[in-house]
Nanobody
Framework: EVRLVESGGGLVQAGGSLRLSCVAS????????MAWFRQAPGEEREGVSA????????YYSHAVKGRFTISRDNAKNTVYLQMNNLKPEDAAVYYC?????????????????????????WGQGIQVTVSS
């Protein structure tokens, strides 16, 4: 059974930091592309950051580039999202997502790194609240 379990969310003041973690199980983590998405109330879900195998290149949305950092620890089957200088507009439910090889079509990297349709498995989401 595939599982993605997020942790590390919560309430933080604007300008503060949080680190989200996502522990994965049930698939070959090191071969899989991993990403973070978010969804604010009344908004569509949007891609935030991705880290793609095999070279683990990283990708960021314009909204978070320079403030957020994605990383992964294959020994722990965990992907992280370090969020610095948080803004009220970063408040959302954050989702961890996995694109596991051979489950769906191959997409590659670049412009499709944050394409929602490529990701086969999703976590339950975790709330991040940023007070102004």
């Amino acid at each position: 059974e595939v599982r993605l379990v997020e942790s590390g969310g919560g309430l933080v003041q604007a300008g503060g930091s949080l680190r989200l973690s996502c522990v994965a199980s049930g698939f070959t983590f090191e071969d899989s592309d991993m990403a973070w998405f978010r969804q604010a109330p009344g908004e569509e879900r949007e891609g935030v950051s991705a880290i793609l195998s095999p070279d683990y290149a990283t990708y960021y949305s314009h909204a978070v580039k320079g403030r957020f950092t994605i990383s992964r620890d294959n020994a722990k089957n965990t992907v992280y999202l370090q969020m610095n200088n948080l803004k009220p507009e970063d408040a959302a439910v954050y989702y961890c997502a996995a694109d596991v090889p051979f489950v769906g079509p191959y997409y590659g990297g670049g412009r499709v790194a944050l394409l929602e349709d490529r990701y086969n498995y999703w976590g339950q989401g975790i709330q991040v609240t940023v007070s102004s």
